[in-house]
């Protein structure tokens, strides 16, 4: 016995028959390096492209949606129907009574005599036992036919019976034509490019395709159609790399991780679930949420306390998404939020702008890539001073644009760049050399324009109202030697300009939120001004542009409000998110409110930001029911009587109940309702397409 419990047989064969020497056994052969699971096919890729996407109203997950109708259907209580069902079987049953019994007489056996022949009517012929039986289950038939659908038999069955029991099975999609599978790329064998579809169909079969792959090929045929791009030359890049043709600048295909659900087809990324709240109209309730560029077009504000899950819920996976239609050409990308805050990996993007961190590879250009001095000293004015400009709709801050610009001009003329931080800081104090030296050398090359410009400046330095000792206060926040290696004109480090949104770029940048708050929150109005300013020049505007603020606290502004209202005509939108409007000035908010077509409400809203969202969602006319109990007084003694015996059995005096109906105008949402009313982890959204569809304020729950 060995050791492991088995006997050993070794010594039972008195002659033990010799294996014939040979060659070792050799292993099979692999035929993929170990631990590397096999090739999958692309038979879920396929799945997901042909998958059903009905048109939906706005905000609705279309990926295997099903529609229910715009209106609830009437629900009978389950009460009712039950008695109902039982009352038509009895009054069936009574009626088949009488008519079996003669009670009604023989009238119904008319058309029975008229059917059997005489030869029939032979005492036990069993022919007309069988017609007689038959005749009488057919009338029984009819009878339980017409109580049926009295008593609404068929949805009892529906909602107790065996198809409420067993789960719905999916139904079986049939195999498209091939004319119109999207696998088999038509609209490329329609226009003559049979060969780059036949490529792409293959590569799409053996699961050498992805969803972003698909959507990137899609945008490049798109430029075919509009001319941006020659179809032999589209046909060759096809057929030379296949599912990988027409690849993003970076090389990339994918996002290292994703977190939230995709659908690139439709563009849409999903959000949560609607909830089944009677609030909601029917058409929703239960639908996935899930935003796109149409509904990102008209920009969306998110306001919620900390921990509400502004970031985690809608920030990140909004900047995912669009990462994903940078890769496949289709949009451009800015994200912008405090260090550490989860906005995605660096790998994600393609420039990560760390101010403040010595290990940043990319800059961030101050005058946002132009060289006109008139358009840098806006941008700049904006974001230094915009938060102290009267907060009212018509104000700006041009005077403090006119001191940039009278410093700015010069400087340029004589050193080709604008100036440094530190340079700035000096002119706008007003010290001695660097205007001196402006001024000389402006003499020596004539420019008596500019130098009029310098002379303006120097005039109004130290008069009461000057606005350049405030803009030197606020440069000087950016200078300080945590930044002292950013904002360089010099041109020795890799200045990031938003001038670069004409391209399929994916961008984030972390600002400095502990230790310098206000720098950081001075920056996030300088990105802003930026983005809105060079939106507004770009030359295709056929790719959507965006930026996401990750806080929005001090960065609306009047000049601020003025831009969002011109991105929708530009293809582009922002996403902001605040703790509170309280953030907002108050002239500011209505405004801000406006000029976001998509608004959402947080659970753990303060009734005062509530009563914001209230206004600004409006009144709905509604159907209101007054119920009315009446005591029903009794005049007669045996009445009194019946009433007191009413009374001991119920333990309540009879009464006569009148219903009221009539129909009066309410709040969407109260802002009662706004700040106790929405559960956690949920929100009120309302959406606004580009095309000008709405969506009115749905209860949703995030978590879904």
Same mark, same amino acid.
């Given at each position: ?61 279309? &990926? ?85 659908? @009295? ?40 226009? !003559? ?33 509009? !001319? ?57 309730? #239960?639908?996935?949420?899930?935003? %796109? ?6 920009? @969306? ?22 990462? @994903? ?90 050193? %080709?760049? &604008? ?45 009461? #109202? ?16 945590? &930044? ?16 670069? @949104? ?67 005509? !530009? ?32 659970? !753990? ?100």
């Amino acid at each position: 016995m060995d050791s492991d419990g088995t006997q050993d047989t070794r010594g039972t064969h008195a002659n033990p028959v010799p294996r014939p020497a040979g060659p070792p056994e050799v292993p099979p052969r692999h035929t993929a390096a170990p631990g590397v699971p096999p090739r999958p096919d692309g038979s879920a890729f396929l799945t997901w492209l042909r998958a059903p996407r009905p048109e939906t109203p706005p905000g609705v997950w279309r &990926f295997g949606h099903r529609p229910r109708p715009q209106e609830e259907p009437e629900l009978i209580p389950a009460r009712q129907l039950v008695s109902g069902a039982v009352i038509a079987f009895l009054v069936g049953w009574l009626i088949w009574s009488l008519l079996w019994n003669g009670y009604l007489g023989g009238w119904w056996l008319l058309p029975l005599y008229a059917m059997i022949p005489d030869s029939w009517a032979q005492p036990h012929s069993i022919a007309s036992v069988v017609v007689v039986y038959a005749y009488y289950v057919l009338i029984a038939l009819v009878i339980m036919t017409g109580v049926g659908r @009295l008593g609404r038999w068929g949805e009892i069955w529906r909602r107790y019976g065996p198809p409420a029991w067993r789960p719905a099975a999916p139904r079986a999609e049939r195999p498209p034509a091939p004319e119109q599978d999207p696998a088999e790329w038509p609209q490329l064998r329609a226009a !003559g490019a049979a060969d780059a579809a036949e490529r792409l169909a293959t590569e799409a079969r053996a699961g050498l395709m992805r969803d972003v792959d698909h959507a990137r090929i899609v945008r490049a045929w798109q430029g075919v159609r509009t !001319g941006r791009h020659t179809l032999a030359a589209f046909t060759g890049a096809v057929l030379k790399d296949g599912a990988a043709a027409c690849l993003h600048p970076s090389g990339e295909r994918d996002l290292p991780a994703r977190l939230a659900r995709h659908d690139l087809l439709t563009g849409q990324v999903r959000l949560g679930t609607t909830a089944d709240d009677p609030r909601n109209p029917y058409a929703y309730r #239960g639908a996935g949420l899930a935003l %796109g560029p149409d509904l990102l077009g008209t920009s @969306l504000l998110a306001v919620g306390p900390a921990g509400s899950g502004k970031t985690g819920t809608v920030v990140r996976p909004l900047a995912e998404s669009l990462c @994903l239609h940078a890769l496949a050409g289709r949009a451009a990308v800015v994200v912008v939020g405090a260090a550490g805050a989860g906005l995605g990996p660096a790998d994600a993007y393609d420039v990560v702008v760390r101010i403040g961190n010595p290990e940043s590879v990319y800059d961030l250009d101050l005058y946002g890539g132009t060289s006109d001095p008139d358009e840098a000293a806006a941008v700049l004015a904006e974001a230094l001073v915009g938060d102290l400009a009267d907060p009212h709709p018509g104000s700006d801050s041009r005077r403090s644009t006119t001191v940039l610009a009278q410093l700015l001009g010069p400087f340029r003329a004589v050193h %080709g760049r &604008f100036p440094s931080v530190p340079e700035l800081r000096q002119l706008l104090d007003g010290t001695p050399g660097p205007l001196e030296e402006l001024r000389t050398a402006l003499q020596g090359s004539g420019q008596e324009s500019l130098l009029r410009e310098l002379d303006a400046r120097e005039r109004q330095l130290g008069h009461p #109202g000057d606005v350049a000792a405030v803009l030197a206060d606020r440069v000087a926040l950016l200078d300080r030697p945590a &930044f002292a290696g950013f904002f360089d004109t010099s041109g020795q480090s890799k200045p990031f300009s938003l001038k670069a @949104l004409d391209h399929p770029v994916r961008v984030r940048i972390d600002l400095p939120e502990r230790g310098h708050a206000d720098a950081s929150r001075m920056l996030a109005r300088l990105v802003l001004a930026q983005f809105t300013a060079s939106v507004a020049v770009r030359e295709d505007r056929s790719l959507f542009a965006c930026l996401v603020l990750d806080d929005a606290t001090g960065v609306v502004t009047p000049e601020a409000v003025r831009g969002i209202q011109r991105l929708r005509s !530009g293809n582009a939108g922002v996403v902001l998110t605040l703790r509170t409007l309280d953030d907002v000035p108050r002239p500011l908010r209505g405004p801000l409110l406006g000029s976001t077509g998509c608004r959402m409400a947080l659970s !753990g809203l303060t009734p005062w930001d509530g009563q914001d969202f209230a206004e600004v969602w409006g009144k709905e006319w509604t159907e209101a029911r007054d119920v009315t109990d009446r005591q029903i007084i009794a005049e007669t003694p045996a009445g009194k009587a019946v009433h007191m015996l009413r009374r001991v059995i119920t333990g309540k005096a009879p009464t006569a109940r009148a219903v009221t109906v009539r129909q009066v105008e309410r709040e969407r949402w109260s802002a009662s309702e706004l700040a106790h009313g929405v559960p956690p982890g949920h929100a009120v959204l309302s959406l606004t397409t580009v095309k000008g569809e709405h969506a009115p304020p749905l209860l949703v729950d995030l978590r879904g």
